[in-house]
């Protein structure tokens, strides 16, 4: 028995195949949906396949699932998928725990694509295709903002009249299932930094920092949509609200205009004019490309101390996403200089590629962890099968 994880992101599908031990069998994803699409997947740490699909017509999610079920087939035809796990972005108010995906959990979360127009629409066609691709399959949910769902009410709530609280308007968070890999981690690698008060960093594409107390998420960066917090990618990260009224009042702009411009054309890409990938912006070195990055590690920064705040001190600092892990200037950046709150990094550690890059003898513990959504979401789907 076999078990899928799908995690289908903006313009991108991972997928991994783990047995009923999670012990993983092949992992893999799709990139560049819709631009330049590329297949790539490992078995063993050993590349089985890595071509691009540009002259497939991978157009849309569900070409690239296609293009994933057509490598399963015929490389490995003899594994029986019993369960898929999918990574759900928004779950709302409901959904603070994994769910078995029946009917009216698909029809509840197709109602929550508007507070994720970029991620949810595409979880969902990957919940459609896995369900008519393996009929027999039981079929999980794991959502994004879980991981946050306890968290206290100042940190969940914006100052509006109270009843859109009640309604749903609130401060979600994401990223919850790359923050329950890494803190779990960090209470392997470290349990004394992992039971006291950690600030992950969870910095790629789309980016956001969370602040963890004892293992519980008490507040984070994004909000109520996966626009606020940190610039990314392309995204503005946190706005004034009056810039919104600003563009609709005095520049005409219509909402579909300026969602388009804040999802799709800020964040990196909108600062630096150049691109929304952070080693195209190091490699071109430009004023543009620096004004972007220093953008960027500022509002870290600025982050940082507003979560070690809310969380009444600092025991340790993670890093993770593709930035976080690899981009060493980036940590570089963010933790020097802080060291009125303990930090004590250590550069060249940090240049080396370590996964601790504090020294040792900083009452802060800085950390950098590979965070991993895939095994999350099949450790979470194996466990509601046993059920
Ligand atoms: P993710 O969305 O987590 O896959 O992260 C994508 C981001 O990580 C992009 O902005 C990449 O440019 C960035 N990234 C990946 N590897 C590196 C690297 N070695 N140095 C700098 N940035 C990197």
């Known amino acids: 028995m076999h078990l899928l994880t ?47 699909l540009e002259d497939a017509n991978v157009s849309d999610h569900g070409a690239a699932f296609a293009a994933i079920l ?19 972005v928004h779950g709302g108010t409901q959904f603070s725990q994994p769910v078995v995906l029946d009917k009216d959990t698909i029809e509840k979360l197709r109602a929550l694509i508007p507070l994720a127009p970029l991620h949810q629409p595409n979880n969902i066609a990957g919940v459609d295709a896995a369900a008519a691709a393996f009929p027999d399959a039981l079929q999980v949910g794991c959502f994004d ?3 946050h769902r306890d968290q206290p ?32 981690r960090l209470r392997e690698i470290s349990p004394t930094h ?5 600030v992950v960093c969870h910095l790629g594409n789309g980016a956001s920092m969370c ?13 109520f949509t996966a626009l606020d917090g940190l610039p990314m990618g392309t995204r503005c990260g946190q706005l004034d609200p009056g810039v919104v009224l600003y563009l609709m009042q005095e520049k005409g702009m219509s909402a579909h205009a300026i969602e388009d411009m804040l999802y799709h054309d800020s964040g990196l890409k909108g600062l630096s004019g150049l691109s929304n990938d952070l080693r195209t912006l190091e490699a071109a070195a430009t004023p543009e490309a620096d004004r ?24 340790a600092v993670i890093f993770c996403g593709g930035i976080g892990e690899n981009a060493w200037r980036i940590r570089q950046s963010v933790c020097e200089g802080f060291e009125w709150m303990g930090v004590e990094f250590d550069a060249r550690r940090n240049r080396s590629g370590d996964a601790i890059i504090s020294t040792d003898q900083s009452s802060v513990g800085l950390f950098v962890i590979q965070t991993d959504e895939e095994i999350v979401i099949a450790r979470h789907a194996l466990e509601l099968i046993g059920q």
């Open 70 to 88: 057509d490598l399963l087939r015929t490389g490995f035809p003899d594994i029986s998928i019993a369960s898929v796990g999918h990574r759900i």
């Open 145 to 147: 903002t879980a991981f």
């Open 153 to 184: 009410w100042i940190n969940d709530a914006f100052a509006l009249p109270y009843h859109y609280y009640e309604e749903g308007v609130r401060r979600y968070g994401f990223h919850g299932l790359s923050y329950e890999y890494v803190s779990g």
């Open 194 to 198: 992992a039971s006291g008060r950690v």
């Open 211 to 223: 602040a963890i107390d004892n293992g519980r998420s008490i507040g984070s960066t994004m909000g």
């Open 292 to 315: 972007a990055i220093d953008y960027f590690t500022g509002r870290i920064r600025i982050e940082l101390g507003a979560l070690a705040a809310m969380l009444g001190g600092l025991d």
């Open 6 to 52: 799908l995690n289908c992101g903006s313009s991108s599908i991972k997928f991994a195949i783990f047995d009923s031990d999670v012990r993983e069998f092949l992992r893999g994803q799709i990139d560049g949906i819709g631009t330049a699409p590329r297949i790539s997947a490992k078995r063993n740490a050993e590349s089985i396949i890595d071509r691009s």
